[in-house]
């Protein structure tokens, strides 16, 4: 089945512990991108890569990093989480671009203590 | 600031009714998305508009792009409570770059 999985579902966590959120997906897309989901705030976007190796910051980029070593995974990693990254994260992916469908993990709900 | 201004921000109505909801910005866009969400899912892709005054159609949902590519609207025609959602519209300037606006959530009364 293609989609893109997400890990963990639900994480709480402590302010400056370090933490990394999985994503991968099946579809050999090229790509990807993450997104924060806040109440009365819609999604804005954090980082995106065109393909392995290319990344670059979307809307909210600080105290988030990302890396594409390869084509299907696109880690999220929080090197010193804070309580104003408590959110709902979003993974997607696309074949070339996010003017095709993209397509959403499921979310990981995360709280920082 | 957003980029993207939704209204209206919450619509309540009764099924059968139509509605519109709209997607403004200052800035221009090369495309522009509409997507709905379900509590616990994440968004799912309705269309996406790249020419500066298309409309598409899928089936009772109307969704057109303006002249100037700065603004969007969704029209649904005879609502039903299956149409309830969050709407989001998003804008995209490069290849990259996506600007969501924060979304109208949507009820739909039996």
């Known amino acids: 089945e293609a989609q893109v999985t997400q890990n963990p579902r639900y994480l709480i966590t402590v302010t400056g512990k370090k933490l990394t959120v999985t994503c991968s997906q099946n579809m050999n897309h090229e790509y990807m991108s993450w997104y924060r989901q806040d109440p009365g705030l819609g999604l804005r976007q954090i980082y995106y890569?065109?393909?392995?190796?290319?990344?670059d910051k979307g809307d909210v980029p600080e105290g988030y990093k990302v890396s594409r070593k390869e084509k299907r995974n696109f880690p999220l990693i929080l090197e010193s989480p804070s309580p104003n990254q408590t959110s709902l994260y979003f993974c997607?992916?696309?074949?070339?671009?996010?003017?095709?469908?993209?397509?959403f993990g499921p979310g990981t709900r995360l709280l920082v203590l | 600031t957003q980029l993207l201004e939704q209204s209206p921000q919450f619509l309540s109505i009764q099924e059968g009714e139509n509605l519109t909801v709209y997607c403004n910005s200052s800035s221009v866009f090369s495309s522009l998305q509409w997507y709905r969400q379900e509590p616990g899912e994440g968004p799912v892709l309705l269309v996406t508009?790249?020419?500066?005054?298309e409309v598409k159609k899928l089936k009772r949902l109307t969704f057109q792009f303006g002249d100037a590519r700065k603004d969007s609207s969704l029209h649904i025609t005879a609502a039903q409570p299956g149409d309830t959602g969050l709407y989001l519209c998003a804008g995209g300037s490069t290849l990259g770059r996506l600007y969501f606006g924060r979304g109208t959530q949507l009820t739909v009364w039996p």
């Open positions: 997607a992916s696309s074949p070339k671009s996010y003017q095709e469908t993209q397509y």
């Open positions: 508009v790249v020419t500066g005054g």
């Open positions: 890569s065109m393909n392995v190796e290319v990344t």
